[in-house]
């Protein structure tokens, strides 16, 4: 189980404490991995305990600085998601605690619906993922939850919306945007967001770049959300979602409402996404490294309009805030072809050792054509204010040789 008896200790890197923390072998008969528990409800030492543990569970009293308080059933939480929490903590500059979910659509609803109400607002960068923008109009939108959406990157718009929205609650930011990679200012809608007399709470889809190459806590963001479906797990076999927070309260409200949801990350896919984190750092860096080869490759290709990529900003506002907040352009880029849909359609056909298909973040490389798949839920006028243009093919690259990818990418190309 989760090592509760916390000394004091000096923290160490996070590539180190991802290996050394949060899980104590002498709670697990001395088995150097955690065991995996499935049990759904667990056995009282008392209904003292009993009533104990409801209490904080309710939030009707506060735990005691290193209380042993006992578990109670897993839709609440269990063994495997207290070790994957401890061992978030360490790789998010600036986190004290995490909460895990069962996908990462389950943790961006599970935190807006924690803390938004009908007739309240949220601000949120423009493209997003499909997903969250279905979420925001369709779901949440008809129960009085109001978006307010700002192009990424436009920064005095940014400022603007959050000091004048009413009944502000959320900043929602996702930088990189998925699929322009445009990036948004998170210091600055911090900053703007501390300005007001009621503060808005600034949260940070960090999929695309996070936990490795951008810190969204220490930048003053408040909350850091993921799809651990990508780079966390790496390997495109499981669905999972996080939250990272600098405060513990945030964290325990939102597992409160999950609790309700019922959206917790199952004891066995923990246990899997637990044992991918100590490889994320050595992942995203080597697909990073590749995808910075690739993109030099490509540069200047008579078939490429224009390739989306962090390291390549012409925008010298995009180039600041790229420089500001991330320490490595990251593993995703999308090209803007010429020849629109009919040519990104074929370049997609053509490809043999990248895969069509949506995702990114996995060790296997993935291309998609996001305005007919992972974007198509937006109108025509909306795809076109994002910047989504029918020829923009996205590209995840995954842990191939990038030599052997430059030339499939490039035959494709030259084959338009
Ligand atoms: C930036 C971003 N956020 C959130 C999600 C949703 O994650 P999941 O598929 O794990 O629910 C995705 C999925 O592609 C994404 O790209």
Redesign the pocket.
């Given at each position: 189980m989760a090592d509760k008896k916390k000394e004091p200790r000096v923290r160490a890197r996070p590539d180190t404490e991802i290996l050394t923390r949060g899980f104590d072998p002498r709670l697990s008969v001395g088995s150097a991995r955690p065991a995996v528990f499935r049990s759904t409800t667990y056995v009282f030492s008392s209904p003292e305990s009993a009533e104990r543990a409801f209490a904080v569970a309710l939030g009707k009293v506060r735990p005691a600085e290193d209380e042993d308080v006992e578990l109670i059933y897993s839709r609440l939480s269990h063994p495997n998601a207290e070790i994957l929490e401890d061992r978030l903590v360490p790789l998010e500059e600036g986190a004290t605690s995490a909460a895990v979910f069962n996908?990462?659509?389950?943790?961006?609803s599970t935190l807006i619906l924690t803390l938004c109400r009908p007739g309240t607002s949220v601000v949120c960068s423009v493209p997003?993922?499909?997903?969250?923008h279905l979420l925001l109009y369709e779901v949440l939108e008809p129960f009085g939850v109001k978006p307010v959406p700002v192009a990424a990157g436009d920064d005095a718009a940014l400022r603007r919306a959050i000091a004048e929205t009413e009944n502000l609650r959320l900043v929602f930011l996702?930088t990189p945007?998925?699929p322009t990679l445009r990036m948004t200012d998170i210091a600055s809608a911090a900053q703007a967001a501390s300005e007001r007399a009621e503060r808005p709470l600034v949260a940070v889809?960090n999929?695309?770049m996070g936990p490795v190459f951008q810190h969204p806590l220490q930048l003053g963001a408040d909350l850091c959300?993921?799809?651990?479906?990508?780079y966390l797990a790496g390997f495109s076999d499981m669905?999972?979602?996080v939250v990272t927070a600098a405060g513990p309260e945030l964290v325990a409200h939102l597992r409160s409402t999950r609790a309700t949801l019922g959206n917790i990350l199952q004891p066995d896919e923990c246990w899997l996404l637990d044992s991918r984190l100590p490889t994320v750092s050595l992942r995203m860096k080597t697909q990073s490294g590749s995808a910075e080869h690739i993109v030099d490759g490509l540069v200047g290709h008579e078939r490429i309009e224009r390739i989306h990529y962090p390291g390549l900003f012409e925008d010298p506002e995009q180039r600041r805030i790229y420089r500001a907040q991330c320490d490595h352009p990251g593993a995703i880029f999308s090209l803007e072809l010429r020849g629109g849909k009919q040519a990104a359609f074929d370049f997609l056909r053509r490809l043999r050792i990248t895969k069509n298909a949506?995702?990114?973040g996995a060790m296997e490389s993935l291309a998609c054509h996001p305005a007919t798949t992972?974007h198509s839920e937006m109108t025509p006028s909306q795809l076109e204010r994002a910047g989504i243009s029918q020829g923009l093919v996205r590209i995840s690259v995954g842990i191939e040789d990038w030599r052997d990818l430059l030339r499939e990418y490039t035959d494709a190309l030259d084959a338009l």
């Open positions: 996908s990462g659509m389950a943790a961006i997003m993922y499909g997903g969250t996702e945007a998925n889809d999929t695309f959300v993921y799809s651990a479906t990508k669905l999972g979602g949506v995702s990114l992972t």
